[in-house]
């Protein structure tokens, strides 16, 4: 086997084991995003992201990357440097501060003693 075979082998879509893997840990997120109060009235989507959703992730080797995204804001894609679509700004509570601190709360109260909180918080930078 050459060496480019084996490495197209390690990577490519998820088998059943794997997609199981990622449908696991987006519902655990969601559990906890769902039993944590301050979310209660918060419009969140939840989602994969990285090496699993862009069928990159190597094999028996990978972490699921789980988005969190506030829908309360608008998003959009520049057309030109400083060009955002005609809106009124976002006035509610979630500041990008705030909704990373529940965050962490919600998923310090859900797996305790599994957030690393350093690691949590440089994830975010």
Same mark, same amino acid.
């Given at each position: 086997m050459s060496l480019e075979d084996?490495?197209?082998g390690w990577t490519g879509p998820s088998s059943d084991t794997e997609k199981d893997k990622?449908?696991?840990t987006e519902r655990m997120i969601r559990e906890a995003i769902n039993a944590h109060e301050p979310f209660n009235n918060c419009s969140l989507k939840v989602f994969a992201k990285g090496?699993?959703?862009n069928? @990159?992730?190597v094999?028996?080797?990978s972490d699921?990357?789980?988005a969190v995204q506030c829908t309360e804001c608008q998003y959009w894609e520049e057309s030109g440097k400083g060009n955002p679509p005609p809106s009124n700004p976002y006035e509610g509570i979630w500041t990008p501060a705030k909704l990373?601190?529940?965050l962490l709360t919600a998923?310090? @109260?859900k797996f305790p003693g599994q957030v690393d909180f350093f690691l949590a918080q440089q994830q975010y930078r």
């Open positions: 084996k490495l197209a990622q449908d696991r090496s699993y959703a069928n @990159t992730n094999r028996t080797d699921v990357d789980i990373r601190a529940e998923m310090q @109260t």
